[in-house]
């Protein structure tokens, strides 16, 4: 009787930060990706990068902008975490419900949180890092930051009392999770208890505690280095 040969399949491989400016907090974009494959129960690689290493000709065949993340699967790569979630959702179950109009909305969501919700917020979050010692930032924060309350305000009429966006969980939510816990730190949350509760339901899936520890892991080690 012949023995069955098992071979593993490689799995996909997906870039991050060796030493994260977020300092554990989850908020680099490779945790949108970790979290798309938790929710999915697949198994990934992390192949972590310098900042030099962003920069080199081998990551910048990767991403022409010499970001993070990238990911890698036999003869596919992608760049844009968008992109890449999105693929994982449309590959896998967990992250796109199977009515097709459901799933187009879900998507829209996706596209929502990156084109619609998300510049504000980077806009502000990068003044508040990098304009503090400027003449102008004390007149145009408050600019900034109601830049943000407007499409807070808008959102939270739009998810009212509901859990998620549309119905079940589904990517889009993580995606817009993501997006929103950039402003943990802002106190602009606060002010809106239903987008606060939101988002601290999106933390709570043991799925992305998965991911986070995960991230924070690669901070922690790098710490001790």
């Known amino acids: 009787m012949q023995r069955a040969i098992i071979r593993s399949l490689p799995m996909p491989s997906i ?43 081998a990551h910048l065949a990767l991403h022409p902008f010499g970001q993070i993340p990238t990911y890698e699967d036999g003869d596919l790569t992608l760049f844009e975490s968008g992109a890449i979630v999105l693929h994982i959702a449309e590959r896998h179950d967990g992250l796109l419900p199977k009515d097709a109009n459901a799933r187009v909305r879900a998507i829209a969501w996706m596209f929502a949180a990156l084109s619609t919700v998300e510049p504000p917020i980077v806009e502000l979050t990068m003044a508040m890092l990098f304009e503090r010692d400027k003449s102008w930032y004390a007149e145009r924060l408050p600019m ?8 807070l305000g808008e ?10 966006l549309d119905g079940a969980f589904s990517a889009g939510d993580l ?17 809106y208890p239903k987008i606060a509760a939101y988002v601290a339901r999106g933390e709570a899936r043991p799925a992305f505690r998965r991911a986070f520890d995960a991230q924070l892991a690669v901070f922690v080690a790098a710490s001790r280095s």
Do not use: C, H, I
């Open 175 to 191: 995606m817009m999770v993501t997006v929103l816990r950039r402003l943990n730190n802002s106190g602009l949350l606060d002010e």
């Open 15 to 57: 870039t991050a930060f060796e030493n994260s400016p977020d300092r554990g907090r989850g908020q680099a974009r490779d945790m949108r990706v970790r979290w798309a494959f938790e929710e999915a129960g697949q198994p990934y690689n992390v192949r972590l990068l310098s900042f030099a290493a962003l920069k080199q000709p």
């Open 144 to 151: 900034l930051q109601d830049r943000v309350r407007v499409r």
């Open 155 to 164: 959102l939270s009429r739009r998810l009212g009392d509901a859990d998620w």
